[in-house]
């Protein structure tokens, strides 16, 4: 299996631009988290959706972010317009329903909004 | 809401044994994860622990209490790649879903 992929690994943008982060979950997994990272916030959960349906996108920090999960295999985190303090890694995981459900994560798509 | 504690950073010489804490205080548990970053690379899944006592791994054991809220990572036979962040991480109930709240991490250096 390859595991969880993500696309790009790193990104450069100017604030004002729109970003868009691609996953592809393992298949067969049921869930898809997207989470940020940064030095002093630590791994935030932003949204998660359970077969394709969001259930929880309370992590999303405003109007800016977006998710969607058009299908099983494929997933998108966009931000529009981007800020200076989005700059970041954004990781997406997948797992199994189950109460030893861990997450796979992917390698992260590293975020710099200039 | 929800409150997860480890300390910040642990220093442990190779072929030791160390111990890493972690406290929590949340409603709804439901499970407690450890997983271990290396520096610029993904989280990777170490331990998971829903009922209390230990969970051995190979050089790795997880402990759970959950009157206490509390759970430990047992690194035995510390070798240097074992340096890493390590973070707790708590899974509570919401409607079946699999919603993990991570501690801030624990960076473990291993030295000579």
């Known amino acids: 299996d390859a595991g969880v992929i993500q696309s790009p690994r790193h990104e450069v943008t100017e604030m004002g631009q729109e970003v868009t982060l691609r996953c592809k979950p393992i298949?067969?997994?049921?869930?898809l988290f997207w989470y940020r990272q940064t030095m002093m916030r630590g791994l935030e959960l932003l949204i998660y959706?359970?077969?394709?349906?969001?259930?929880?996108d309370s992590g999303m920090p405003e109007d800016r972010f977006s998710a969607k999960m058009p299908n099983a295999s494929f997933s998108t985190l966009k931000i529009q317009p981007s800020e200076p303090r989005d700059s970041a890694v954004y990781f997406c995981?997948?797992?199994?329903?189950?109460?030893?459900?861990?997450?796979?994560f992917g390698p992260g798509t590293r975020l710099t909004v200039t | 809401g929800q409150n997860i504690d480890q300390p910040t950073e642990m220093t442990a010489t190779e072929g030791a044994i160390v111990q890493i804490n972690c406290t929590y205080q949340?409603?709804?548990?439901?499970?407690l994860f450890w997983y271990q970053q290396h520096a610029g690379e993904a989280p990777t899944f170490l331990s998971y622990?829903?009922?209390?006592g230990l969970e051995e791994k190979g050089r790795f054991s997880s402990f759970l209490s959950r009157s206490k809220g509390y759970s430990y990572l047992l690194l035995k036979e510390l070798q240097m790649k074992d340096s890493a962040s390590y973070l707790c991480?708590?899974?509570?109930?919401?409607?079946?879903?699999?919603?993990?709240?991570f501690g801030t991490g624990t960076q473990l250096k291993v030295e000579l």
């Open positions: 995981a997948s797992s199994l329903p189950g109460q030893g459900g861990e997450q796979y």
């Open positions: 949340t409603s709804g548990f439901n499970g």
């Open positions: 991480a708590v899974r509570l109930f919401t409607g079946g879903g699999n919603k993990l709240t």
């Open positions: 298949s067969g997994h049921d869930y």
């Open positions: 959706f359970n077969n394709n349906v969001p259930i929880d």
């Open positions: 622990n829903v009922l209390d």
